[in-house]
């Protein structure tokens, strides 16, 4: 079963900011945030992950609430490339694990 | 650019025949990588984790005899779907660990069986 639960859907106009959330109450401490997107008929991308600090890359930045049970992506200037469907997942950073994969939420930016 | 490489990238087959999907690791080596499949509207169903030189290991519900994991090194893992039928129509997905902490995905499969 997923760990994590998002909202199935949500609307961004291109160039706001689209905050997406996540709730994984049941988080351990030695599982980190992932999060991956999916484009139509592609596989997923990753995106950005983290433990506990918040984290910011080229794609997005990740903030995650200090008792860690939900996080939120933040894609600054969201654009039309942004429509996808996001997943959040929480896995522990070993080699080998399995990343199971919740439901995500789908993303429709627009113009 | 990429890292992880899956071909082909979609392949249509008569129903009985079997298909083999590669999916490899380009700069990197993978002891470990995930097969999924996935299909119209839904998430990625993990099917299996391949461990380089020893046995697959697959989740429950999936026909080991009907997919076949196969990764005899450290850059290639194949799924042989074997007499396949309609009903294995599906996007199949396949993920290697690069460097213990992070999951990269290949481009995907789309087998139509007939």
């Known amino acids: 079963d997923a760990k994590t639960t998002q909202p199935p859907s949500m609307d961004c106009a291109e160039g706001r900011a689209a905050n997406l959330p996540c709730n994984h109450s049941t988080i351990s401490g030695n599982e980190y945030v992932y999060w991956y997107r999916q484009i139509h008929s592609q596989g997923p991308q990753y995106i950005i992950h983290g433990l506990k600090n918040n984290e910011t890359n080229e794609m997005a930045s990740l903030i995650i609430t200090e008792d860690r049970k939900s996080s939120t992506l933040i894609l600054p200037h969201a654009t039309l490339r942004d429509t996808a469907v996001y997943y959040c997942i929480v896995s522990p950073n070993t080699g080998g694990f399995k990343t199971i994969f919740g439901a995500g939420t789908r993303l429709f930016v627009k113009a | 650019g990429a890292v992880v490489s899956q071909h082909p990238s979609r392949v249509i087959c008569k129903s009985g025949t079997s298909v083999k999907i590669e999916c490899r690791s380009l700069d990197f080596q993978a002891t470990t990588m995930f097969w999924y499949r996935q299909f119209p509207k839904q998430s990625l169903m993990l099917m299996a984790t391949s461990n380089e030189g020893s046995k697959a290991t697959y989740e429950q519900g999936v026909e080991k005899d009907k997919f076949l994991i196969n990764h005899a090194s450290l850059t290639l893992s194949t799924l042989t779907v074997t007499s396949a039928h309609p009903e294995d129509s599906s996007f199949y997905i396949c993920?290697?660990?690069?460097?213990?902490?992070?999951?990269?995905f290949g481009s995907g499969t789309q087998l139509s069986v007939l």
């Open positions: 993920s290697a660990i690069r460097g213990q902490k992070s999951l990269f």
